[in-house]
């Protein structure tokens, strides 16, 4: 019942329009009587305990978003950082400095974003519409057949969305006209978690159900599909699957996390999977040219070769509370947790380099490095750019 639990809190609301969730009264009873008797019996959290500062970092500026309560995804261009609030705020700021390029109120709560090239910025409202903004003025909006989660990804002139109905769609970046829509099967239950959309190559690479599937992005046609996990279980809340970002590149190869079930690394050049190994994670996952660095459902932070995922180091020290994906800092990989404190551990070893604080609520999105600066995003709504020495 542990993984009923966890992904039934996870999916509640996050169905395609128009699609209730359909399961037995008493089973659904006995779910929800599992999360309130479970909520006493909560681990908790490991304590932290005191830190010498290996890695020295200054707090350089902080800016005010507003509260975000989407799956947010920091979005970089350059020396820009391109993050929303729910209340509708996109902002282009200036990692350098925490100043703001544009800020634009849209006036309608969001549900995912931001993507952007550098010069069009995208979100997705809670009313299905995505949305295109240059130099912080709206220049067209068009209606979506189902909510997203997934950041838009904006490359070559386009604005590619992947919608909970398992449907990918292409839109022109200046005018708004749809190009294309890829639909897959369907599941009756999907993740309102960020998911998998970039680009490798000519390739558009989709996380779609257990699959990453290529795209040619001119006309949306399937040019590959690789399983990282496929649906097991006896009813739906138990074979939900679904690909969770982020994920980690090197070159043609990506590495990404299907959620509670295991991680892999596939060749998207070619389509051609390379290893999987079983995994209990919720959150996406990263890399570097050795390791891939991820943290599982319980907080443990664990490690996996890149060339072949034979497992790597473990680190037990941030057990059970609630963290990020990681992000790699220099020798340093970077993890926020639900009390807003992001952890440096080191990537040889996982020992713990250093300890910085926010303000007090969870860190939202996965710690981004913009240029020098380590992009921090709180869900109080407080970005912080912290500077590793």
Known sequence: ????????????GALPHGRALRLPIAYLALVLLTACSGGANK????????????????????????AVKFPMAVNVSGTTLFAAASDGVVAAIDARTGRDIWRLNLATPLAAGVGSDGRVASV?????????VVDGREIWREKLT??????????????FVLTADRAVHAFDGNS????????????PLVLRQAGVLLAVGDTLVAGLAGRLTGLNPANGSVRWEVPIASPRGINDVERLVDLVGPVSRLSNVVCVRAFQASVGCVNAERGILQWTKAAD?????????????AVESDGKVVT???????????????????LTAPSVVGRSIAIGDASGFVHLLSRENGALLNRLTTDGSAIIATPTLVGETLVVVTQAGTIFGFQPQ
Do not use: C
């Not at 019942?1 to 509640?12: G, I």
């Not at 189902?146 to 604005?159: C, D, H, L, W």
């Not at 996996?304 to 059970?320: F, H, M, N, P």
């Open 1 to 12: 019942m542990k993984r009923v639990h966890f992904a039934l809190s996870n999916v509640l």
């Open 146 to 159: 189902a909510q997203a989660y997934t950041a838009p990804f904006v490359a070559g002139g386009r604005i």
């Open 43 to 66: 681990p908790k959290p490991t304590e932290l305990k005191a830190v010498v500062p290996v890695v020295p970092v200054q707090q350089v500026w902080t800016a005010r978003l507003g």
């Open 124 to 132: 997705v409202t809670l009313a299905n519409e995505l949305v295109a």
């Open 281 to 293: 994670g919720n959150v996406g996952l990263e890399g570097d040219e050795r390791l891939i660095f």
């Open 304 to 322: 996996w070769q890149r060339v072949d995922g034979e497992a790597g180091w473990r680190s037990e020290l941030l057990r059970y509370r609630g």
């Open 176 to 187: 708004g006209r749809k190009l294309w829509m890829q639909q897959r099967p369907t599941e």
